[in-house]
Structures are given as structure tokens and as C-alpha cells.
């Protein structure tokens, strides 16, 4: 029969491991075994929640694939509930400004009142270019959460910081929040599966003939 005495060392090893925090494995044992802190819980469930509705965002961007688009995808919710979504539509309607964000919004000004956006959460599988995080900072969004950067146009940090509440001055009331890396893998994915391939909406490549004079 095995000594108790041993018993209760291990026990007092695996306790003083949790508290110091240290990286050993008797200590993630126990660590599956303590209920989660309050914190711990909440934080959870906001994660879980954001990849809900970034999941949403990246069926908008599957469909903008689909169309030939760049896949990026948008969902604005307020107090929990979808009240616009949209996808690219620049090469299906031959206008550039046609971003999934500002989709979105014409959507919501068309079917509902654009003053729900202030205080609403926007989730978009890309950072938002300059100009569409110009508009969502003059509509006084509350938060913008992505799944990738955009390192070329970003608005949102990796170019210019729209979200800052002095970037735009005077005209924009006040900044929003920004969180990345929701879903970026699959953000990440789909681009990388449009720019491998080709542009069926591209203009056709035009050379000049040189001139032997």
C-alpha cells in the first residue's frame, strides 16, 4: 500500500505549482481540474461570440468569392442582433467603392436608420481600408473587430490610424476600438485563394508597339 505521506507531498507539490504559476505539467492537471475564474469564464464567452459572428462575416466573404470579388465580408450587430451584412461587389458593379463595409451601411440606411450604427460592433474578415474606416469613425461605431490585417490600405492601425479619435479631427466625434486576429487564419485563407488565381473582370492588358523611327 502506497504511503500516505507521499500522497499528500504530491498534493502540496501540484498545489505550489498553480499558485507560482509555474510551467509544469502537474500544474495544467490541476489547472483542468480548478473551476475557471470569473474573468477566465467571461472572457471565453466573448471569444466564443465574436467567432460567431466572424464566421458570419466569412460566409459573406465566401460569397463575394464566388462572385470573383476580393473576399472580404462585414456583419454590423447591435445589442446582440445582425442588422446588416454585406460582401465586395467592386468588380460586379464596376465601382470601387463598393466595400463590404459600405454595403453594409447602404443596407442599413435602405431597410432601417443609419443612427443605429452609433454605439453598433462591426465585424469584417479584413481591416477596413482608409475609406471605409473613415466612414464607420464619422458613424460613430462603438467597435471594429477583424480578422486580418490589411497591410497595404489599412485604416485601422497598419497604415493610418482612422480609429484614433484625432485622426480625423473635428468631423469625427469620437474614435473606436479595434481588436484583431478573430477567424484570421480563414481570412488569411481566403485571400490567399483569390490572388492565386485571375481576375475574370480584369481589363484586358494593353501594349503599346514601339515606334522605329
Known amino acids: 500500500m502506497a504511503n500516505p505521506g507521499l500522497w499528500y507531498y504530491l498534493l502540496a507539490v501540484l498545489l505550489l505549482c498553480e499558485l507560482w504559476h509555474g510551467p509544469c505539467y502537474p500544474s495544467r492537471v490541476l489547472s483542468a481540474w480548478l473551476p475557471c475564474s470569473d474573468s477566465d469564464t467571461s472572457h471565453a464567452i466573448g471569444l466564443q461570440r465574436e467567432r460567431h459572428y466572424m464566421k458570419i462575416a466569412l460566409r459573406e466573404a465566401r460569397q463575394a468569392l464566388k462572385l470573383g470579388e476580393v473576399p472580404v465580408g462585414c456583419v454590423v450587430v447591435f445589442e446582440d442582433e445582425i442588422i446588416a451584412q454585406g460582401h465586395n461587389l467592386g468588380n460586379t458593379l464596376y465601382d470601387g467603392t463598393r466595400h463590404a463595409e459600405l454595403i453594409a451601411i447602404d443596407s442599413l440606411v435602405q431597410n432601417s436608420d443609419f443612427r443605429l450604427l452609433e454605439g453598433c460592433e462591426v ?91
Not at 460613430?140 to 497595404?152: D, E, H
Open 123 to 213: 465585424f469584417v474578415t479584413c481591416e477596413p481600408c482608409i475609406m471605409c474606416a473613415s466612414a464607420l469613425g464619422q458613424l460613430n461605431v462603438k467597435r471594429v473587430v477583424m480578422g486580418c490585417r490589411n497591410l497595404f490600405f489599412g485604416g485601422c492601425g497598419s497604415v493610418i490610424s482612422i480609429n484614433a479619435k484625432s485622426a480625423l479631427g473635428k468631423c469625427l466625434e469620437r474614435g473606436f476600438k479595434c481588436e484583431w486576429g478573430v477567424e484570421e487564419e480563414a481570412a488569411i485563407e481566403l485571400l490567399r485563394i483569390f490572388y492565386s488565381g485571375k481576375n475574370p473582370r480584369a481589363p484586358n492588358p494593353k501594349f503599346r508597339r514601339k515606334s522605329f523611327r
